[in-house]
């Protein structure tokens, strides 16, 4: 009796994991949809953010269920989804400093944090380029 409680009571934290990973996914993408637009990043580098922030969701079931490391979720991801190679995708990471660190971490809290800190980039790019705006010659300094 005892070991059916645990059983039930861990696949109702894995489903609420799952769920909490859809929502940091759709959070995510609404961040970087309003902050992309006025992002000075290359459109390619944004579209490796929204990837791997698409990516949650599968990546938080495959290193529930089947115990891979991050890099191997990612991989599968990738095949499944051809929008984007792999390899670009871990050259993106390593082009940016910030993101290495929840990248090695090698879990779901490291990668959760590294899509975070992919949105935090588009939004502090975004806000540079809007502080940036030249005033008119007629505006008083």
Not at 31 to 44: G, V, W, Y
Not at 92 to 121: D, E, P, T
Request: proline share 4%; hydrophobic share 35%; aromatic share 6%.
């Amino acid at each position: 009796m005892e070991y059916k409680l645990r059983d039930q009571e861990s696949s109702h934290i894995q489903q609420l994991t799952y769920e909490l990973a859809e929502e940091s996914c759709q959070i995510l993408l609404q961040q970087l949809l309003h902050d992309k637009i006025n992002s000075r990043l290359p459109a390619s580098e944004v579209f490796c953010i929204e990837t791997l922030c698409q990516a949650i969701p599968m990546i938080c079931k495959e290193l529930a269920q089947k115990q891979q490391s991050l890099p191997q979720a990612l991989k599968k991801y990738c095949k499944r989804n051809l929008a984007v190679e792999y390899s670009e995708l871990e050259a993106f990471i390593n082009r940016h400093g910030r993101l290495i660190q929840g990248w090695q971490k090698n879990s779901l809290a490291g990668y959760l944090q590294l899509c975070q800190s992919g949105v935090m980039l588009v939004k502090e790019q975004s806000y540079k380029e809007i502080g940036k705006t030249p005033r008119p010659l007629s505006e008083p300094v």
